[in-house]
């Protein structure tokens, strides 16, 4: 049956019409009819319908779209997925036992959670979390004193979370700690006022006028967090390297395992240190620091290996430095002059003797034969593997023809208080506290380590490519800083006591590792995107709360893309486009 508009004598009259066939075909019949409609008008006819349909069905639920409104506007989509990794962690777990010892009354689990989603997808301050709290749908309402609580208990937690994470990492996904890397960076308070934590130090965002934090960082070589550590403010990055050996050997009991960093971390101490701790390393070498036989060495063209690259601009080569036949030679150069204590300095000095070493060379009666055999022996398993690269020579100039010309211009314009020997002041030769000339010999010097690098190690592994390889992935602890800073708004820091400083850190730590699990899921499903782009897509899973007449409805915006990439890979189910708080 359908309804139909029948015009007679200039009137227009609205019947139900009853389609029905005889003999074959298909004939109509008026049923019944409402009448002329000409002084009636669409609001009236609507209300009739609607009496229809209800009196047809009394369980239909018809309602009015015309009184629809937005009452609200929620994210699900970040909510859901952080869920997951928060579940797969199994959270509530760790968070359980670190709070069994205090009479909590507050479900700092919700704290904790909500600060989690806030810091990944749009971090602001603590006050800022709770002002939007209800943006985050299925997170339970918490009072800002309460956030501030939950950060109190990370702090004093760090160590029991940092070993929670570390297993976990360890039974999830295989985490494979054979090779760590490692690296310093700091982060700096618009404040002059020090304290335990904060002071004045070296910035590496060149914050010299504020006081900062100094912070450690271990990842594996796909970039998950081993751990982490804060220091103060004036802590020197390569006095760090102990505390994170401890760490490894005896909280998360590494017993074997290869140590990689920057040249910030090379010092006679810290490569002792990783010695006695049974350990190796691969750390980036200062050749042109060397003694004469290494550089002479390095700068000889034979015995290089070609490699293969991708890039056709560019060519790669490589040679493996055995330091204990240099060392040799070098001792075996100096026989017969070793008379006194200052010479023997001197000797130690050259060989890369380090202090153990030392110690036991003071109890000898400087027998030539006996002071070769130590001196060689402590540096049996050390090489140097040196590279060429023209990609990097071209580089390597470009910079220091700047340097050069800058140092032209002070020199000429008499700027500066040339004083120091650092940047464009190298090549310039210091005749008085204003004026001076360039050091031609200096620029000429430095021409010949166009291209060449280095790393020194005391590893097995055979192949220097591997090794390589190895150092060149220190680019992903870099990178870990850089999400710190940047993705996560580590700061500004919105504390100023150094229990508050910390558990922001352990949050923002946790924050990390949910994000990076996040991006190595992805890369596993082959989806592979920014932490700016998986931000914005799950940003974009809303839905707007909508009331009709007296009911409450979810309406989901659409889900494409990336977005729906992601929530597949993590297999999310997506809600129904339209639904009921109920069955959201």
Not at 294 to 319: G, H, M, N
Not at 485 to 509: A, D, Q, Y
Not at 535 to 563: C, H, M, N, Y
Request: contains cysteine; positive net charge; aromatic residues 12%.
């Amino acid at each position: 049956m359908f309804l139909r508009k029948i015009t007679t004598k200039g009137k227009t009259y609205l019947n139900i019409i009853k389609s029905y066939w005889d003999n074959g075909k298909a004939k109509h019949k008026s049923i019944a009819s409402f009448g002329c409609i000409d002084n009636i008008n669409e609001e009236e006819i609507k209300k009739i319908g609607l009496s229809l349909i209800k009196y047809c069905n009394e369980k239909a639920n018809i309602l009015d779209i015309d009184t629809a409104k937005e009452k609200d506007r929620k994210n699900w989509g970040a909510v859901r997925l952080i869920k997951k990794i928060w579940e797969t962690f199994d959270f509530p777990k760790i968070l359980k036992k670190i709070g069994k010892d205090r009479k909590i009354k507050f479900n700092y689990f919700s704290a904790i959670f909500l600060m989690l989603v806030d810091r990944m997808f749009d971090p602001t301050s603590k006050l800022g979390v709770y002002e939007k709290q209800s943006f985050y749908y299925g997170i339970e309402e918490n009072d800002l004193q309460h956030l501030y609580r939950a950060l109190d208990l990370l702090s004093e937690k760090k160590e029991e979370l940092e070993e929670y994470i570390f297993e976990k990492n360890t039974d999830l996904f295989k985490m494979s700690v054979d090779v760590v890397l490692y690296d310093v960076t700091t982060f700096h308070f618009e404040s002059v006022r020090s304290d335990v934590l904060r002071d004045f130090g070296y910035s590496k965002a060149c914050k010299f006028n504020e006081v900062q934090i100094v912070m450690s960082l271990l990842v594996d070589l796909e970039g998950r967090p081993v751990g982490f550590d804060l220091y103060e403010g004036n802590m020197f990055e390569g006095h760090t390297l102990k505390d994170a050996i401890e760490k490894i050997k005896n909280r998360f009991k590494i017993n074997k395992l290869i140590f990689i960093a920057d040249r910030a971390m090379l010092s006679k101490d810290n490569i002792e240190l990783i010695k006695n701790s049974n350990y190796e390393y691969i750390i980036s070498s200062r050749l042109k620091n060397k003694a004469a036989q290494v550089k002479e060495e390095v700068l000889c063209e034979t015995s290089y290996i070609p490699a293969v690259t991708d890039d056709k601009d560019d060519e790669f080569k490589y040679k493996e430095i055995n330091m204990f036949e240099v060392t040799r030679k070098n001792v075996d150069k100096l026989e017969g002059k070793i008379s006194d204590t200052v010479k023997l300095d001197k000797l130690i000095d050259k060989t890369f003797c380090r202090k153990e070493f030392y110690k036991k060379l003071e109890k000898l009666e400087f027998n030539q034969k006996d002071i070769t055999q130590i001196i060689c022996e402590s540096v049996k398993d050390d090489k140097i593997i040196c590279s060429w690269s023209r990609k990097r020579a071209r580089k390597d100039k470009y910079d220091r023809d700047r340097l050069i010309e800058k140092a032209q211009n002070m020199v000429q314009k008499n700027r500066g208080r040339l004083v120091s020997q650092k940047g464009a002041l190298r090549y310039i030769d210091i005749e008085s506290k204003v004026t001076g000339k360039l050091k031609q010999e200096k620029i000429q010097e430095d021409e010949k380590w166009n291209g060449y690098y280095g790393v020194e190690i005391n590893c097995e592994i055979n192949s220097s490519e591997k090794i390589l390889e190895y150092y060149h992935q220190l680019w992903r602890v870099e990178e870990s800083f850089r999400i710190f800073k940047s993705h996560l708004e580590t700061r500004p820091m919105f504390h100023w006591n150094p229990n508050r400083i910390k558990g922001h850190m352990v949050l923002c730590f946790i924050a990390f590792l949910i994000e990076r699990t996040i991006e190595i899921e992805l890369k596993k499903a082959k989806i592979d995107y920014s932490t700016t782009r998986i931000r914005e897509a799950l940003w974009k899973l809303q839905f707007s709360e909508i009331t009709v007449e007296d009911k409450t409805f979810f309406l989901r915006s659409p889900v494409q893309g990336l977005a729906n990439d992601i929530l597949r890979a993590f297999r999310i189910k997506i809600p129904p486009h339209i639904t009921t708080p109920e069955n959201f």
